[in-house]
């Protein structure tokens, strides 16, 4: 059984940065195709950005395009969102995904397994 456990969410201004950490464990890290999703208050769990078994390929919502970045250290069983130029409507709870099937370039609706998920906050 895979887990995964975020880290890192908080408080941040308008324009400001936050990494987030997700650790995995239950499975070699390298098969685990890896992804960050998020929900806002009152709103459906969107998807973030996908990142593939090795780290070679990613894909991102285009809401996040450009500002976030996904990354994962297959030495160190983590991955990673760098979150900068935040704006209020970042706002959310951020959930990291683990999937055991290859990676697409495409927005994600499921993943295998979830973690408990962060809050990140962003003030204006």
């Known amino acids: 059984q895979v887990q995964v456990a975020e880290s890192g969410g908080g408080l941040v201004q308008t324009g400001g940065s936050l990494k987030l950490s997700c650790a995995a464990s239950?499975?070699?890290?390298?098969?685990?195709?890896m992804g960050w999703f998020r929900q806002a208050p009152g709103r459906d769990r969107e998807f973030v950005a996908v990142i593939s078994r090795s780290g070679a390929l990613t894909y991102y919502a285009d809401s996040v395009k450009g500002r976030f970045t996904i990354s994962r250290d297959n030495v160190e069983n983590t991955m990673y969102l760098q979150m900068n130029r935040l704006k209020p409507e970042d706002t959310a709870v951020y959930y990291c995904?683990?999937?055991?099937?290859?990676?697409?370039?495409?927005?994600?609706?499921?993943?295998?397994?979830w973690g408990k998920g962060t809050l990140v906050t962003v003030s204006s």
């Open positions: 239950g499975r070699t890290f390298s098969t685990l195709t």
């Open positions: 995904a683990a999937d055991l099937r290859a990676f697409r370039p495409r927005d994600y609706s499921e993943m295998d397994y």
